[in-house]
């Protein structure tokens, strides 16, 4: 890898052009696009140019990259398309092999965001931590290189790879499993490694820390760390090159488990914990980090996408990161020196009150959101103001258009916080955590204690006056201030954002619908149905002259078991698909409805004297092991297993013990349930369907409808 020329950047030009040549599109991540061929005046005549079945029906989160008129892009588990842009015409796919047991360490379902290019390579991260570079022209494997360095820890791979020079680095994900967080930069020409950062110390009773930086880290750790857990920190998302100082920021992960008197007890701020961190390109040492949430206890990522430029602060042109985590507040942060020049909240936040300039920090407002001595509802919540969903900076209008969530959960300790064990490549989480957009609703069904302290909480009148709020805005970096905010349908309807110069802003939405909007006003200037739910942004190109939109359809990602009623998913079926628009094409061929939901078959019988102890532990284990996949609601990606026909029944403790499925992605359990435990949850789940199935002949009977959704999603990690 000696003698290799840095290619050059050149970040005079802002905005991506006929091509769009990473995930992000320009060199700053901008999603934003100088294109002008589609407008205002034309916007209206946008359809179909063509479409492509990315053959799967789980999540796609990736923005498609577009060089010299051939698109790469990835989907589930890190499969690569090469498609020809203008015709959607198939050149090449790849799927990566792997060991479908890595399906028991996936959070968040079988996500991927996007590929690199660079030398004649697409280079992508697979699901099980494989880095591969695919020659672009055949997608043969030129190299691939392992970048796990523990596979008796649960990590696994979700992120873009992100290209530095003649480097490209990849980090990982597992935070709420049993992991320590790290990336790692490899040689583009050969996939030789260059160095690796670790984003948290490592118990110093093993001797020295692998670099300088971990040392002042392990101060802010406390002696009682639980090193043997892992403590998080995974870099599982952006990760941008900065050209102008030839640095690699990398956004960090959440603290695992997520309670730090669990972690890390007696407190300390636990860096380099979501935090975002400067690394110079060559010997990946760091310049700078910025800790956005201290101390955390609550999933609140600095992960999410970073957008870069140069904008105006106190009157001096300053080279800028815009960063909006999931911890509530929109930061612009200075590149050079990594000082937050701004830092304002665009949700309502009570693990801080503001955040202080002067000393770098947020004011902790610890007394309403550390759950250590009973519930809190913490705002945001840990689905975070903002997530992976790409914004998009405009810097003729100064906008950032941005899909955010202002929600907030409520968390408690299911158990004391002394000799957690370690639960080996599993959750390791170590809250109780429930989702929901009617906290209302949900908290009289919760144990009377739990009840009470949620009713007495200060923030129970924000959650009782103040509904969610799920909406796009046009948002000015400096102030945090909304131009406009269009609302969403729901708190899982997020997506991702493109702005053109033309003026425009795209985004989808679950119900299928796509949308153009005005970048002054947010006025909808065109839409069209789909019929396929979209998160992931769209992105534009140009091919000979011609100007097209596309964007990836599918749901899922976190908490994709819980399929909203109003998605497409929900009504069509999850339809992976990418869609690519021009002036003067087609409509889009929706998928025909699902058939209505049938009555649960009659399970057998079974575990017919099955003792309401023996259910009530299936129950238990269930939840402990398999609802985080399976979640039995209606329409979710997977089984409802109160809908098992005979057949599935019949085989249940070969599929959970023996494995007969790991090759659909269903992972084998011998090692962490015996056949007495599967026996339980099988009796439960039998249960469960005699229930089910009793309800629902009695709907059939009266006429109605089958589908009964639950609103909350808990998770007992
Ligand atoms: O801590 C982690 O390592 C980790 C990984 C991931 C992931 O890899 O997708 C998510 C999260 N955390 C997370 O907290 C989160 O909210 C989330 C949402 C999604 C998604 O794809 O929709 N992934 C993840
Ligand atoms: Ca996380």
Redesign the pocket.
């Known amino acids: 890898a000696c003698g290799e020329d840095v290619p050059e950047v050149d970040t005079s030009i802002y905005g991506a052009g006929e091509n769009w040549d990473n995930p992000g599109g320009d060199w700053a991540e901008s999603h934003f696009s100088r294109l002008e061929g589609i407008n205002a005046d034309n916007v209206a005549e946008l359809g179909l140019a063509w479409e492509y079945d990315l053959g799967s029906a789980r999540?796609q989160?990736a923005t498609p990259v577009v060089i010299d008129g051939v698109m790469f892009t990835s989907g589930v588990l890190g499969k690569v398309y090469a498609l020809n842009a203008a015709t959607g015409e198939e050149l090449w796919t790849f799927t990566p092999e792997m060991d479908m047991q890595i399906a028991r360490s996936?959070?968040?379902?079988w996500?991927n965001?996007g590929i690199a290019v660079s030398q004649g390579k697409v280079i992508v991260g697979a699901a099980d931590g494989m880095l591969y570079a695919l020659n672009a022209e055949s997608g043969a494997v030129e190299w691939s290189v392992d970048t796990i360095i523990d596979h008796g820890r649960g990590y696994?791979?979700?992120?873009a790879p992100e290209l530095a020079g003649n480097l490209v680095v990849i980090g990982?994900?597992?935070?709420?499993?049993d992991?320590r967080?790290y990336v790692t930069a490899y040689h583009v020409d050969d996939g030789e490694e260059a160095w690796r950062f670790f984003t948290i110390p490592h118990d110093p009773a093993e001797g020295a820390q692998e670099h300088a930086e971990l040392d002042a880290a392990l101060e802010t750790w406390s002696e009682e760390t639980r090193w043997d857990i892992g403590g998080?920190g995974?870099v599982?998302?952006a990760i941008t090159y900065d050209p102008t100082f030839d640095q690699v920021i990398i956004g960090t992960?959440?603290g695992?488990p997520y309670p730090q008197a669990i972690r890390s007890p007696g407190g300390g701020d636990n860096l380099y914990l979501n935090s975002l961190v400067a690394l110079d390109r060559e010997s990946g040492e760091m310049n700078w980090y910025l800790q956005e949430t201290p101390q955390d206890n609550w999933?609140l990522?600095a992960?999410q996408p970073m957008l870069l430029a140069d904008m105006e602060v106190d009157g001096e042109q300053r080279p800028v990161i815009m960063h909006t985590p999931?911890n509530g507040f929109f930061f612009v942060i200075d590149r050079e020196t990594g000082k937050a020049l701004a830092a304002n909240p665009i949700v309502r936040t009570n693990w801080a009150d503001g955040w202080d300039l002067e000393a770098g920090r947020p004011n902790m407002t610890l007394e309403t959101s550390d759950y250590t001595n009973g519930p809190q509802i913490v705002f945001p919540g840990?689905?975070?103001a903002r997530?992976?969903y790409p914004a998009a900076y405009d810097p003729t209008r100064n906008s950032y258009f941005a899909h955010v969530l202002d929600m907030g959960n409520l968390l408690w300790l299911p158990g004391p916080v002394d000799n957690v064990e370690r639960q080996e490549k599993f959750l390791n989480a170590g809250a109780a955590i429930l989702f929901t957009p009617d906290l209302e609703a949900a908290v009289p069904t919760l144990p009377p204690p739990v009840r009470e302290a949620v009713e007495n909480h200060p923030q129970w009148q924000w959650v009782k006056d103040q509904p969610f709020k799920s909406e796009l805005r046009a948002i000015d970096p400096m102030t945090g201030e909304t131009k406009w905010a269009v609302e969403s349908l729901g708190w899982q309807d997020r997506h991702g954002a493109l702005a053109t110069k033309s003026g425009l802003v795209f985004h989808g939405n679950l119900a299928g619908q796509l949308f153009a909007r005005d970048s002054d006003t947010g006025e909808e200037l065109w839409r069209i149905d789909t019929g396929s739910s979209i998160?992931a942004a769209p992105m534009t190109y140009s091919v000979d002259g011609v100007q097209y939109v596309a964007v990836a359809t599918g749901w899922?990602?976190?908490?994709?078991g819980f399929v909203p009623g109003y998605a497409a998913a929900y009504h069509k079926g999850n339809r992976n698909r990418l869609l690519v628009f021009r002036l003067g094409g087609g409509e889009v061929p929706i998928p025909d409805d699902l058939p209505a939901l049938q009555p649960a078959d009659e399970p057998p019988a079974q575990y017919e004297d099955a003792t309401p102890e023996m259910i009530a532990m299936g129950s238990g284990l269930f939840t402990a092991n398999c609802s985080i996949c399976h979640s039995n609601q209606p329409r979710a990606p997977l089984p409802d297993l109160r809908r098992m026909n005979s057949g599935v029944h019949g085989a249940f403790q070969q599929i959970v013990l023996e494995g007969l499925l790991v090759p659909n992605g269903m992972p084998r359990w011998d090692d962490r349930l015996n056949e007495d435990q599967v026996k339980a949850i099988h009796a439960f789940l039998i249960d469960s369907q005699q229930s089910l199935r009793a309800r629902e002949l009695e709907l059939q009977r009266r006429g109605l409808p089958l589908d009964t959704q639950s609103l909350t999603i808990l998770s007992n990690y």
């Open positions: 999540v989160e996936i959070c968040c379902d996500a965001r696994t791979s979700t992120g990982n994900a597992g935070a709420e499993y992991t967080g998080g995974t599982w998302d992960g959440n695992g999933d990522t992960t999931k840990s689905p975070g997530n992976w998160m899922g990602g976190g908490g994709w």
